[in-house]
C-alpha cells in the first residue's frame, strides 16, 4: 500500500471514524483502481488526471463486467479519495466530480412482514420452554432473543454486536447505540423487551465470565460475532418460505418496514436507524399488498355488493 493511500485510510479511521468493514472497502475499490487503469497513487500522477482521463478511467472500470452498483461505488470512493486530496492541497482538483455515475434500480430492501415475524419469535420462545434439554433451551431461547431484539430496534449488525452492559438502561427502557461514524443514538424499548432482556441476562449470568462486558454473548460466553449473529438470524428465519434472505439486515429492514406501514413518520425511523440523510430511509417507505388492501377497504366502493 502505498504512503498516500495509507494517509487516506488513516484519515477514514481516525477523523471520520469509518467501521472496519468500509475501510476495507475503501481499500479495495482503490487497488482495483490502480490495478485496471494503470494509476500510480503518487502527487505528480495524481494531479495529472483531468476530465478526459477520468471518463476513461471509468469506463475501464465498467467494462470489467462488474455489476452498476459496484462501479457506482468505486466512482463514489475515487471522489471521496480526491476530496480528501484536495483538503490536503495535494491535487487542484477532483475530475471524477464530473463523471457521470452509472444509474442503479433501486430494488426494494428485503423484508419479512411483522405478523410472520410475531408468529416465529412467540414459537421459538415457546419452544425454549417446553425443550427437554438444557442446552437446547438456552439455545432455542438464545435465537430467539437475537432475534426479537433486531426486530425490535432495527440495529445493524455491528451496532448490536458492540452493545455493552453498561448501554443497557432497563429503567429508562432505551439502549445506548454507537452507530456509523461512532454517532451516538438511543433506541426506546418497551415492557415486551424488557422482560426478555431480564430473562437473557439470567441466562448470560450463568454462562459468562463477570468481567465480560459484551451484552451478547454466546452459549460458551463469549462475544458473539459477526458470522455467529448471521448464523443464530438465520435458524431463527430458516422455516419461514418465500424470503430468500434471511439475514440480521433483513430484521432492520422489517423494523423499519413495520413502523412506516403503522404509520411513523419518516424523520422518527430516520432517527432510529441512525441514518445521515433522509432519503436513505426513504427506500423503506414502500407498503406490503396486505398493506394496500387494508388501505383499498376504505373505499366506499370496495365493500360487498348490496343484495338485489
Not at 88 to 95: G, N, Y
Given at each position: ?11 477514514l ?11 476495507a472497502a ?20 495524481l ?18 463486467g462488474d ?5 457506482h461505488?468505486?466512482?463514489s470512493?475515487?471522489?471521496?479519495f ?5 483538503k ?7 475530475p ?11 430494488s ?10 410475531v408468529?416465529?419469535i412467540?414459537?421459538?420462545?415457546g419452544d425454549?420452554?417446553?425443550a427437554?434439554r ?9 435465537i430467539a ?7 425490535q ?5 455491528a ?8 448501554d ?6 432505551r439502549l445506548?447505540v454507537?452507530?456509523?461514524r461512532?454517532?451516538?443514538r438511543?433506541?426506546p424499548?418497551?415492557?415486551?423487551l424488557?422482560q426478555?432482556i ?5 441466562y448470560?449470568?450463568r454462562?459468562?465470565r463477570p ?6 454473548t ?7 460475532s ?7 438470524v ?9 424470503y430468500?434472505r434471511?439475514?440480521?439486515h433483513?430484521?432492520?429492514?422489517s423494523?423499519?418496514?413495520?413502523l412506516?406501514?403503522?404509520g411513523?413518520g419518516?424523520?422518527s425511523v ?8 433522509v432519503s436513505t ?11 394496500l388492501?387494508r ?12 343484495k338485489?
Amino acid at each position: 500500500m502505498s504512503d498516500l493511500i495509507q494517509d487516506f485510510i488513516d484519515y477514514l479511521t481516525y477523523e471520520r471514524g469509518a467501521s472496519p468493514h468500509t475501510i476495507a472497502a475503501y481499500q479495495r475499490d482503490l487497488e482495483i483502481w490502480g490495478e485496471t487503469c494503470g494509476v500510480e497513487p503518487v502527487p505528480e500522477a495524481l494531479r495529472a488526471i483531468d476530465l478526459r482521463s477520468a471518463r476513461r478511467q471509468a469506463m475501464q472500470l465498467m467494462e470489467r463486467g462488474d455489476s452498476p452498483r459496484t462501479v457506482h461505488r468505486r466512482l463514489s470512493s475515487l471522489r471521496t479519495f480526491f476530496t480528501y486530496l484536495l483538503k490536503q492541497e495535494l491535487v487542484e482538483s477532483d475530475p471524477f466530480a464530473a463523471v457521470q455515475l452509472p444509474k442503479m434500480e433501486r430494488s426494494l430492501p428485503p423484508f419479512v412482514d411483522a405478523d410472520t415475524l410475531v408468529r416465529r419469535i412467540d414459537r421459538l420462545y415457546g419452544d425454549a420452554e417446553t425443550a427437554e434439554r438444557e442446552e437446547d433451551r438456552d439455545h432455542l431461547f438464545l435465537i430467539a432473543f437475537v432475534t426479537d431484539l433486531l426486530f425490535q430496534t432495527g440495529m445493524r449488525s455491528a451496532e448490536v454486536r458492540s452493545l455493552q452492559l453498561t448501554d443497557i438502561d432497563r429503567p429508562g427502557q432505551r439502549l445506548r447505540v454507537i452507530g456509523k461514524r461512532n454517532k451516538e443514538r438511543h433506541i426506546p424499548f418497551g415492557p415486551l423487551l424488557d422482560q426478555k432482556i431480564a430473562l437473557y441476562l439470567s441466562y448470560r449470568d450463568r454462562r459468562t465470565r463477570p468481567e465480560e462486558t459484551h451484552f451478547l454473548t454466546t452459549e460458551r460466553g463469549t462475544p458473539v460475532s459477526a458470522s455467529q449473529l448471521y448464523s443464530y438470524v438465520r435458524e431463527a428465519l430458516e422455516p419461514l418460505s418465500g424470503y430468500s434472505r434471511k439475514s440480521p439486515h433483513v430484521l432492520r429492514h422489517s423494523f423499519a418496514t413495520a413502523l412506516l406501514n403503522d404509520g411513523a413518520g419518516l424523520m422518527s425511523v430516520k432517527e432510529l436507524l441512525g441514518h445521515e440523510e433522509v432519503s436513505t430511509t426513504s427506500i423503506y417507505a414502500h407498503t406490503t399488498f396486505e398493506e394496500l388492501q387494508r388501505m383499498y377497504r376504505a373505499h366506499p366502493r370496495a365493500h360487498k355488493p348490496h343484495k338485489e
